[in-house]
């Protein structure tokens, strides 16, 4: 597996794909496309494999010293195989590099996979965001990783 930014718009695609089979409220082609243009703000990291397809991503934004977490996605058959956590790891390293000191982001209260995940790689719940999702509406767990580095 190789981790690599989003440069091309072809793999646009892939990720849309898979954004689509992973949310109920999926991003569009074209909040994509205005991510992509918003340069040195907005970051996408993909996850390929050997045949160089595109199996996940995940995207944030550089916000001063804070990265924030914005979508992390891993197409079904390649889940539960690292590539969460290989793409997240990578994306906090990436952070520390380009002079951020700590990171957050918002998951499900109901996603116990994503959960498990971010606290296994040291983030902590600090707060909720009352019925921010929607379809189906749920809470928001607000996380946060301080200090990013060692
Ligand atoms: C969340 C997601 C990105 C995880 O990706 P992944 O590549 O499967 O994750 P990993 O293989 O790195 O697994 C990391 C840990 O998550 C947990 N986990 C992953 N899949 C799990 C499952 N099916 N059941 C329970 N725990 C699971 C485990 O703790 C796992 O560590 P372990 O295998 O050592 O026990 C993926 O499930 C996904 O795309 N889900 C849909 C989109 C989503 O919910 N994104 C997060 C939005 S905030």
Redesign the pocket.
């Known amino acids: 597996m190789t981790i690599e930014p989003l440069a091309l718009p072809s793999d646009l695609d892939a990720v849309l794909a898979?954004e689509t089979?992973?949310?109920t409220s999926p991003w569009t082609r074209e909040m994509y496309v205005a991510e992509l243009q918003n340069v040195g703000v907005s970051f996408c990291y993909l996850a390929r494999d050997e045949s160089g397809g595109v199996i996940?991503f995940c995207s944030f934004w550089r916000v001063l010293d804070e990265l924030h977490?914005n979508?992390?996605?891993?197409?079904?058959p390649?889940?539960?195989?690292?590539?969460?956590?290989?793409?997240?790891t990578f994306v906090l390293n990436e952070g520390v590099r380009i002079g951020a000191h700590r990171a957050t982001?918002?998951?499900?209260r109901s996603?116990?996979?994503?959960r498990?995940?971010?606290e296994?790689l040291g983030f902590s719940p600090a707060g909720v965001r009352r019925a921010y999702y929607t379809n189906p509406v749920e809470d928001a767990l607000v996380l946060w990783r301080e200090p990013l580095g060692n």
Not at 71 to 76: D, R
Not at 78 to 86: L, P, Q
Request: a positive charge.
């Open positions: 898979i089979e992973s949310f996940g977490i979508n992390l996605a891993v197409a079904h390649y889940r539960r195989r690292g590539v969460g956590t290989a793409l997240l982001l918002e998951v499900r996603n116990e996979v994503a498990h995940l971010y296994h």
